[in-house]
């Protein structure tokens, strides 16, 4: 008998509870090929338990999540709650108290899916980004002074510390060993290949402007990669850079380092070069022992669709893969991933909400009778 994992299921708001479902079906069918199983507990936080009780994510919420070997989250995000209030209080607060400081987004180009570029196919937007998770302008470090007056001052600073910026350098360089273990990133040059190097790490900053900030990740990153990583390529690109060259030659990159919020913002469009959020997922990783990972589709709530059944449950099912990756599952995930290629690949229309020619329980069993 295979192992058991604990999965805490956190539905969320809006259509995360019905692409969390999803997620769910064709997990336990994968479960049932591979031979584990998952023992599975529902936690409600999100906007109707905030509305009823106040609370958000609460300390012994906080507790039980520690128990369980990995958290699938539907989606974090309600329409009748101020913004920041659930943003900050559930999903901030659960990537924080769990260290969970890799976010881990892959923008993959699946066979049969329009990409809005031009001329660009499956082999050309294949690269992963690694976004810093826990530090950056998302700490709250700053405040305000004399709040809604024409004195009005803000101030926000972005907290980047050596052991934070090592950590997910590190990450990175081993996440991109990892991949190309066995067939090297196709971008290399000869000198490269001659040079032992089997694939590629960008770092994406600003050093042209955020000197210290991004002055530290790059003394960090060419420290790290020099001394321990030979086989990586390193390369560095501005941000607003970056935005331009995943527009005109994705190809060029293969994995990604960079702090919080550019993190944020480039796998936004990311996931819009991939075929749109229904696709797009995403793993807030705590790589150490014992670290409880969580695992989430990043396209939000989607308030103006729940309860239809249009979603798109497709980025869910593909969180679920990373989440059995990440627990060792590979096998699955492989399977999983593949099943998905399958649907999108020889039965959907489109992958946008109402658009797929399925209901989102539809595209479920689709994944889930492929994989079976
Ligand atoms: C994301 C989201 C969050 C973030 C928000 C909801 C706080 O945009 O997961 O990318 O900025 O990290
Ligand atoms: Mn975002």
Same mark, same amino acid.
């Given at each position: 008998?295979?192992?058991?994992? =604990? ?15 999803? *997620? ?5 069918? *994968? ?50 709650? @101020? ?10 607060? *659960? ?110 900053? =600003? ?5 210290? *900030? ?93 309860? @239809? ?31 998905? =290629? ?31």
């Amino acid at each position: 008998m295979g192992k058991t994992y =604990k999965i805490a299921v956190v539905g969320g708001d809006g259509t995360g509870p019905e692409v969390a479902v999803e *997620a769910l079906k064709v997990l336990d069918v *994968a479960a049932g090929k591979f031979g584990f199983s998952l023992d599975k507990a529902d936690f409600d936080f999100g906007g109707e338990r905030y509305m009823r009780t106040g609370e958000t994510l609460t300390e012994s919420g906080i507790e039980d999540l520690r128990a369980h070997d990995a958290i699938l989250l539907g989606a974090i995000g309600h329409p009748d709650v @101020q913004p920041g209030i659930l943003e900050k209080g559930i999903l901030l607060k *659960a990537r924080f108290a769990l260290d969970q400081y890799i976010n881990l987004r892959p923008v993959k180009l699946y066979p049969g899916v329009e990409t809005p570029i031009k001329g660009k196919g499956p082999e050309d937007i294949c690269f992963t980004v690694v976004r810093e998770n826990t530090e950056g302008i998302y700490t709250g470090t700053g405040g305000q002074m004399k709040r809604g007056t024409p004195d009005e001052v803000a101030i926000q600073t972005s907290v980047n510390t050596r052991k934070g910026v090592e950590r997910c350098l590190r990450f990175a360089f081993d996440y991109a060993r990892r991949e190309h273990a066995k067939s090297p990133w196709k971008g290399l040059t000869d000198k490269d290949r001659e040079a032992g190097q089997t694939s590629q790490l960008t770092l994406v900053g =600003k050093t042209n402007v955020l000197t210290y *900030a991004f002055g530290l990740w790059d003394r960090a990153f060419h420290e790290v990669g020099g001394a321990d990583y030979a086989d990586v390529k390193r390369d560095y690109a501005h941000v607003d850079a970056t935005c331009m060259w995943f527009v005109k030659n994705p190809e060029w990159f293969d994995v990604i380092v960079t702090d919080n919020i550019f993190g944020d913002i480039i796998t936004d469009l990311g996931a819009m070069i991939q075929g749109g959020m229904g696709i797009a997922a995403g793993g807030n990783i705590n790589p150490d022992p014992g670290g409880v990972s969580m695992f989430e589709p990043i396209g939000g709530s989607a308030p103006k669709y729940t309860g @239809q059944g249009v979603i798109n449950p497709l980025a869910a099912i593909c969180a679920g893969g990373m989440m059995l990756e990440n627990l060792g599952e590979r096998e699955a995930a492989d399977a999983i991933e593949d099943a998905v =290629k399958w649907v999108t690949g020889e039965k959907l229309k489109s992958l946008g909400a109402g658009r797929m020619g399925f209901s989102t329980a539809e595209v479920g069993d689709l994944v889930a009778g492929r994989l079976a």
